[in-house]
């Protein structure tokens, strides 16, 4: 059972445009969500998070929007260069317990 | 700051074959975790260590993995014997602390493919 899921495996976005990545989460009881963005042969570096207690969160180019009703979130990234191109994963964490459950990912390509 | 140092990078070993990985954390980071990232799939939690005590090994298959935090420092974790489920990147983190406002730096993981 997929607590959290990012249902696109691939998105390709022009240089230049908005990228914007979805994620789902089946658990009620997660109230911190965040982004990491991997690269090929390395680990996943962390991005950005949001509580529950927001709706939004800002760092630069990246934006997380939160909608709790829907038990959904995005990463926006505004612009999109060619140095965004990784894999994005979503990973959220609540109920007392810090483990964090991670999504399938989204292989982002963006192109020159 | 040096980063999560991980060895090797890659392993090939036969079924039932034993293998150990090593992770040293960033330092001063009390929290450390092993993550099994299947390929295609999301890293999946397999240990959380806060300074050398276990918190969470409930996704810890426990009939064939073991992993130990040496004086809450450096950690390893083994698989005896491997199967060909095994075959995965394993990656170590570790974090200042354990909640949610401490996020996890990742080190470049093993890459483990059993034949």
């Known amino acids: 059972d997929q607590q959290v899921k990012q249902n696109s495996p691939s998105l390709s976005v022009q240089e230049g445009r908005i990228s914007i990545l979805n994620c789902d989460y089946t658990n009620s009881m997660f109230d911190y969500f965040l982004w990491y963005k991997k690269y090929p042969a390395e680990g996943p570096t962390f991005l950005i998070s949001i509580s529950s207690i927001k709706d939004k969160n800002e760092d630069g180019r990246f934006t997380v929007f939160l909608n709790k009703s829907a038990k959904h979130l995005s990463l926006h990234i505004v612009p999109s260069q060619p140095g965004d191109s990784a894999v994005y994963f979503c990973a959220a964490s609540g109920a007392g317990s810090y483990q964090l459950t991670f999504g399938k990912g989204t292989k982002l390509s963006v192109i020159p | 700051e040096a980063g999560v140092a991980q060895s090797p990078r890659y392993k090939i070993i036969e079924k039932r074959q034993s293998v150990a990985f090593w992770c040293n954390p960033i330092?001063?980071?009390?929290?450390l975790y092993w993550y099994q990232q299947i390929l295609g799939q999301g890293p999946k939690l397999l240990i959380q260590?806060?300074?050398?005590?276990?918190?969470?090994d409930s996704q810890l298959p426990k009939d064939r993995f073991s992993a130990e935090r040496l004086k809450g420092v450096d950690s390893t974790l083994k698989i005896q014997p491997a199967k060909l489920e095994d075959s995965a990147v394993y990656l170590c983190?570790?974090?200042?602390?354990?909640?949610?406002?401490?996020?996890?730096?990742f080190g470049n993981g093993t890459r483990l493919t059993v034949t």
């Open positions: 260590f806060q300074n050398n005590g276990v918190v969470d």
């Open positions: 983190a570790s974090s200042l602390r354990g909640g949610p406002n401490s996020p996890l730096h």
């Open positions: 330092s001063g980071h009390a929290t």
